[in-house]
């Protein structure tokens, strides 16, 4: 059931409540629709974009007007695959429109898509261009930037992986507030992922690994670090990237990828002696060989499980299948009753949208020592997942991209006994006074 596309869609076209604003006002182009689309669509669909069409004028939206019904009604754009109905709802950066946006759209199509009054149109917005740091507006530039040895990407070919190590150039150990990785302009559409991982020198003089600093997939907008928790970029370190590339028709001479780092500062008031440490944690759904083959025009479950011996919170959640993956879930299991608890799930999976679901602050899960985190994916190798590329072939674990992956990054903030206690007791105190305050305005 979970990996049915064409079942998710179904659900998904359903018609939600109409909004207020459709009984008092004619719903037009100038008043509503070119807010909703500007606000939501232009960021990709814009000249130069990559968007398919640009949705920057009356003009340019007029003829999709349907499709763009179509595709808000299934919740296929903005492209943002978190399940609507189940686990937690409180996402940083969530793309996801709301049901009055959504039937406001749908209201205008029905009704002919009225431009109204153009005096009515706000003004122009301008974004980010392709190869420019996305964060940068609401954080400014980073404050440290790591660039890869260059590497020349040829026009056509199979996967291909690039693995340099570089200097960071950190001088001093620093918490990150954020963290972007960029491809360049030129490979970005041949730069399928990317990861990052410090290195530091041992007693030995020997480079090993500190920690994960990033990791980027087509579509994934960047990470942000909660301000109670410190991942720690350390001095004197080396950067090792892992670079996968798919060439794309272009050829791209001495490419690098770059990864932006910005810290806390005296503005932000942040108390580094007062913090928990965060890391990025890469957790697979297999036996960790990759070592399962799905039948051609057949289907498949993987699932992991991992335990923690201490209290941790968990921060975010990046699932990462291909395309014949189309579902991944997220639980977690408390062994001393038996319970299973359903945080989030992603049922309708596009390789071509890679997001990184950070949690509102006071909404991530929390875990207690001894539970654990079930984590499922589901794949599709049939005729019926539109994006499986060829439902003859046998698919096994693997790098490439007509390979499949079954694995998520999570952010994980490591507690102590009190800290997780105090959480609890003020995420229950919360939801009381919340509840109480319902029950005052009734």
Known sequence: MIGSRPLYMLFAIVLLPAPAEAANEEITYANQVSRIIQDNCQNCHQPGGIGPMSLTSYDEVRPWAPLIRLKVLEREMPPFQYDHDVGIQELKNDWRLSDGDINTIVAWVDTGSPIGDPENLPSPKSYPAIGEWRLADE???????????????????????????????????????????????????????????????????????????????????????????????????????????????????????????????????????????????????????????IPPHGKLMTQGYYAFDHPVRIDSWQPHLHLRGVAMAMEIFYPETGQRELVSQSSNWNAGWNHNYIYEQGFQPLIPAGASIILTGWYDNTAGNPLNPDPDQWVGGGQRTTDEMSHAWIAITHLTDEGYEEMLLERNSHDQNSVATSGDVQ
């Open 139 to 293: 954080l400014g530039p980073p404050d440290h930037i790591i660039r890869s040895s260059p590497w020349d990407v040829p026009a056509e070919g199979q996967d291909l992986w690039w693995r340099p190590e570089v200097a960071t150039g950190i001088t001093e150990s620093r918490c990150i507030k954020a963290i972007e990785s960029l491809p360049s302009k030129a490979a970005n559409g041949s730069t399928h992922h990317l990861d990052s991982e410090f290195l530091v020198q041992n007693e030995s003089g020997e480079w090993v690994s500190f920690s994960r600093l990033s990791e980027y997939a087509q579509g994934k907008l960047g990470e942000r670090v909660p301000e109670d928790t410190c991942r720690r970029a350390p001095a004197n370190s080396r950067l090792l990237f892992s670079i996968h590339y798919y060439p794309d028709g272009n050829a791209v001479p001495d490419d690098q990828v770059s990864v932006g780092i910005w810290y806390h500062d005296e503005a932000d008031n942040f108390d580094e002696s007062a913090v928990y440490t965060q890391d990025l944690q890469f957790y697979t759904l297999d036996a960790g060989d990759d070592d399962y083959l």
